[in-house]
């Protein structure tokens, strides 16, 4: 591709963080800002996800304030459910859970649910508590959310 712009960059950064390719993703990233690329929400969305499945928390929480600070670009509910979503895997729910409560919008069932799991999967039944009962809160007639609960 002999011109690349911020649709084509960010369809090969979000696909090669989609399939487990993290490093080749912030490989990219660099390349592109290097470019003169502005990244974009949609950058962000790819870049975070490549953390989440790499596992790098720092890293994550680095790209999630550079994109806030540095890119001036507001974080949608995609970009906290990725932070939600790193965060655990870490072992860090409590974290999580604050990071949920400074959310500036309510947070949606797929992060609820997502709490919810890695409570579950930390074993934390003092986090899953609280996680539930905010899931119940979005979706009250789901009778799933109780079955999260169980061990597995």
Request: hydrophobic share 40%; charged share 20%; aromatic share 6%.
């Amino acid at each position: 591709m002999k011109t690349k712009d911020l649709i084509s960059w960010n369809t090969l950064i979000g696909g090669l963080a989609m399939h487990g390719r993290g490093v080749d993703a912030l490989n990219l990233f660099i390349r592109m800002k290097n470019a003169g690329q502005k990244p974009n929400g949609i950058t962000f969305l790819g870049i975070l996800c490549a953390c989440t499945h790499m596992g790098p928390v720092e890293d994550g929480l680095a790209y999630f304030q550079s994109m806030v600070h540095d890119n001036s670009i507001v974080p949608q509910i995609e970009h906290y459910g990725c932070m939600v979503d790193l965060l655990p895997r870490a072992g860090r729910l409590e974290q999580a859970m604050d990071f949920v409560s400074k959310m500036p919008m309510e947070p949606d069932v797929v992060i609820g649910a997502g709490l919810l799991g890695a409570c579950r999967t930390h074993k934390n039944v003092e986090l899953a508590e609280v996680a539930l009962q905010r899931l119940i809160e979005l979706e009250p007639k789901n009778p799933a959310n109780y079955g999260k609960m169980w061990p597995g």
